[in-house]
Nanobody
Framework: QVQLVESGGGLVQAGGSLKLSCAAS????????MGWFRQAPGKDREWVAA????????YYDDSVKGRFTISRDNAKIVVNLQMNSLHPEDTAVYYC???????????????WGQGTQVTVSS
């Protein structure tokens, strides 16, 4: 069974940093584009960042550009999201997801992790 497992969430003060990691259970994900999404209470799940399968191209939503960095290690089949200068509005459950081709919408992703909570206090 193919799985994605996120870790690294937690509680941090505004202005702080967190690093999320997503470990894949199958080597196939080394050839998949990967994305991070988030969902705040009462809101739709929204795209945050994406990285192509080889890791040479990264993409960010404007709300996190310059603060978040997505990266991947295909040898370890891990995708990371380094989050700096966190704002209270970054509070959400963060999900990693996999897709065959780089995409920016929920519907394009086939595999999802269970999510990890990020809470930013003011």
């Amino acid at each position: 069974q193919v799985q994605l497992v996120e870790s690294g969430g937690g509680l941090v003060q505004a202005g702080g940093s967190l690093k999320l990691s997503c470990a894949a259970s199958a080597r196939i994900f080394s050839r998949y584009a990967m994305g991070w999404f988030r969902q705040a209470p009462g809101k739709d799940r929204e795209w945050v960042a994406a990285i192509n399968w080889i890791g040479g191209r990264t993409y960010y939503d404007d709300s996190v550009k310059g603060r978040f960095t997505i990266s991947r290690d295909n040898a370890k089949i891990v995708v990371n999201l380094q989050m700096n200068s966190l704002h209270p509005e970054d509070t959400a459950v963060y999900y990693c997801a996999g897709t065959r081709h780089t995409a920016y919408d929920v519907a394009s992703y086939n595999y999802w992790g269970q999510g990890t909570q990020v809470t930013v206090s003011s």
